[in-house]
C-alpha cells in the first residue's frame, strides 16, 4: 500500500506491501537537495520486495520523507528557521512522536538526506530527542561525505565554473 500523509511536522509517503500486516521493521528514507520523497518510491518498493524475499516474516514499512521547505513539506508554516541540518534531523524526531511510531531501524540518506540522516543518528545517540530516542541499527549514507568539507579553492576551480555558466546563453533551445 502507498499513503501519502501530511503533518503539522513533515509530509511523507509510506510504503509497505502488506498494510494488513502490522511493520516489524521501519525504514526512513531521506531524498537529496531539491528532491522529494517521490524520487525513491520504486527504490523503496524494490528494497522492500527484496528484503521481504529474504525474511518472509518481516513487514517493512519504508517512509519516504519530505525533508523541510522540500516537496509537500514545502508547504507546512511552522518549520522556522535555522533551516540547516540540525533542523531537519530534529524534524525527523518530532514526527516519530507526533505520528507515535517506533524509531525506524534504518535510516537512508542520499546526499543532503545523507547529512540529515548522521545528524539524526548522532544526536539519537546523544539523547538530544529524550530516552525514548532509539538510534537506528543501521544507517546508508549514499553519495555524501561525512564530516564537515573542506572548501580548497586555491586552483581557481570556484571561478572557472562561475565563468563557465557566465559564458552559457541565457535560452536553450527546446529538444522538440
Known amino acids: 500500500s502507498d499513503a501519502a500523509h501530511q503533518t503539522e511536522t513533515l509530509a511523507f509517503h509510506e510504503i509497505q506491501l502488506s498494510p494488513e500486516k502490522p511493520p516489524t521493521a521501519t525504514a526512513f528514507v531521506l531524498h537529496g537537495l531539491l528532491g522529494s ?28 520523507v519530505d525533508l523541510r521547505n522540500h516537496g509537500s513539506s514545502a508547504r507546512i508554516k511552522g518549520l522556522s528557521p535555522p533551516h540547516d541540518m540540525s533542523s531537519a534531523a530534529k524534524d525527523l524526531a518530532d514526527l516519530v512522536k507526533a505520528r507515535g511510531w517506533t524509531w525506524p531501524d534504518v535510516v537512508v540518506g542520499h546526499s543532503m538526506g545523507g547529512k540529515v540522516a548522521l545528524d539524526f543518528a548522532e544526536s539519537c545517540s546523544r539523547g538530544d530527542y529524550g530516552e525514548s530516542a532509539a538510534l537506528p541499527k543501521q544507517l546508508w549514507v549514499l553519495d555524501s561525505v561525512p564530516g564537515e568539507v573542506q572548501i580548497d579553492n586555491s586552483d581557481g576551480e570556484v571561478e572557472r565554473v562561475l565563468q563557465t555558466l557566465a559564458s552559457l546563453p541565457s535560452s536553450l533551445p527546446s529538444r522538440k
Open 37 to 64: 520523497g517521490r524520487n525513491w518510491r520504486t527504490f523503496s518498493r524494490t528494497l522492500a520486495s527484496q528484503l521481504r524475499d529474504r525474511s518472509p516474516a518481516d513487514e517493512w514499512k519504508m517512509v519516504l
